[in-house]
């Protein structure tokens, strides 16, 4: 009778095995195809915001194009446009408009910065620098003399800075900075250079606090493109990882992780009176206060020596002109949020 159960048992056993095995490989191929759709979906995120975002080629032959049918010139041309010793690296852009590169010029490291399109309107939360020209370096027209040019620079800056008692000292430095090649006289593609490049408040400031230490110095121009100086230290505390990494790592060891690669308090209170030095150039500058519209720690960085070095100025305004930008806007007042009852 025992040997009539043995048979019974064993045909029903390879029956629950096959069965359980055909649920695994189930659920691994589910899982294994979740991971797939997952994987590509963040993929094609990443590269639609990147293709977005990141217009280098776009900016590059905007400039080339001008520059070899000689409306624009600049130090930097010949070398991004026929030696190609200036190229595009990493991509740090987060506005379409204000396209960011880190870059290498003649082996030198450097942050490459390019204007894409106009902002007609005025805008707090994204443009700070309204381009109201439509036609890109359509001044100053053929036949401008060079003392009519300084006449439009002295305009501009009474605009933008006030009826400051220096500003024709800052005019005779903005025609140095324009002599890209350095032989004596400003060209109509130089001149056209810088006019665009003076509607930006970042090279404004970097023109007038040049010899502050912690502003990066300019490199070079080529239309609105210009390379400045690359900050070594991008990021005031923790450490920069890739987008991929970011998506594994849990929040609290995130947190470790950034305590743990943070400078000591000493080179934190470097880095502090750095930043205070900073805003006291800038608040009270040689040719008028300046205003810090963005706080933002991503603004900062600094250097091997713990040196306070500013990555990023676009939001740094004239008090003069902010004040005539928002003159005329209305306050749109909003109600208060009614307080919670307590228990």
Not at 28 to 37: E, I, K
Not at 271 to 296: K, Q, R, W
């Amino acid at each position: 009778m025992a040997r009539s159960l043995c048979p019974g048992a064993w045909l029903r056993k390879p029956y629950y095995l096959q069965a359980r095995f055909s649920y695994v490989r189930m659920k691994y191929l589910f899982f294994s195809w979740l991971a797939v759709f997952v994987g590509s979906w963040i993929i094609y995120v990443q590269y639609s915001t990147y293709t977005e975002l990141c217009r280098g080629k776009d900016c590059k032959k905007i400039i080339c194009d001008k520059y070899k049918t000689g409306v624009i010139d600049g130090p930097a041309c010949n070398s991004l446009c026929v030696t190609e010793t200036l190229y595009f690296g990493k991509c740090l852009s987060t506005k379409p408009n204000n396209q960011m590169y880190l870059g290498i010029w003649d082996n030198l490291p450097g942050v490459v910065k390019c204007q894409m399109e106009q902002a007609l309107h005025l805008d707090f939360g994204t443009e700070l620098e309204p381009r109201k020209e439509i036609v890109l370096f359509d001044k100053p027209t053929r036949g401008t003399t060079v003392q009519k040019f300084k006449e439009m620079v002295y305009s501009l800056f009474k605009a933008k800075l006030g009826d400051q008692g220096n500003l024709s000292e800052l005019v005779n430095l903005i025609l140095t900075v324009a002599d890209g090649d350095k032989d004596g006289q400003v060209s109509l593609g130089e001149a056209k250079s810088a006019w665009a490049l003076l509607q930006l408040n970042e090279f404004l400031l970097m023109v007038i606090l040049q010899d502050k230490e912690h502003t990066p110095k300019l490199m070079g121009f080529c239309g609105d493109l210009y390379v400045m100086e690359s900050v070594e230290y991008t990021s005031l505390y923790g450490i920069s990882l890739p987008w991929v990494i970011e998506l594994f790592i849990p929040s609290g060891f995130r947190r470790s992780m950034d305590q743990l690669f943070t400078p000591s308090w000493p080179r934190k209170a470097k880095i502090a009176i750095g930043l205070l030095e900073f805003v006291e150039d800038v608040f009270h500058g040689p040719y008028g206060n300046f205003l810090m519209c963005d706080t933002s720690a991503r603004n900062l960085g600094y250097n091997d020596k713990y040196d306070l070095k500013m990555v990023d100025m676009r939001k740094i305004v004239p008090e003069t002109n902010l004040k005539e930008l928002i003159k005329d806007r209305s306050l749109e007042p909003r109600s208060l949020r009614p307080a919670k009852a307590t228990q």
